[in-house]
């Protein structure tokens, strides 16, 4: 399995970015796959997932504000993120599958300040 995430950015409160993460090593097209973050001194926490075959889930504190989509001839995973707030400052990961355990990728930096 590789993942690596690209489109971290700094950015100032409102402003949007999009995510990258390109994948390899295992069949994307079906796999359920989540974006996670982790800010400094923080757990790692789930941000978003998409299982394949049209369902997306958020966790409550980005609902509205970030999407996930996919292209499976890609083999391509996205985030985009907007009205973006300095809590979402964080490295943000990559991986297949639900949850918090399994392969991550490296991460990307976002970080949201005036």
């Known amino acids: 399995v590789q993942l690596v995430e690209s489109g971290g950015d700094s950015v100032q409160p409102g402003g949007s970015l999009r995510l990258s993460c390109s994948a390899s090593g295992f069949p994307f097209g079906t796999y359920y796959m989540s974006w996670g973050r982790q800010a400094p001194g923080l757990q790692r926490e789930w941000v978003a997932g998409d299982n394949a075959r049209g369902r997306t889930d958020y966790a409550d504190s980005v609902k509205g504000r970030f999407t996930i989509s996919r292209d499976n001839d890609k083999n391509i995973l996205y985030l985009q993120m907007t009205n973006l707030k300095p809590e979402d400052t964080a490295v943000y990961y990559c991986?297949?599958?639900?949850?918090?355990?399994?392969?991550w990728g490296q991460g990307t930096q976002v970080t949201v300040s005036p």
């Open positions: 991986k297949p599958g639900t949850g918090l355990s399994g392969n």
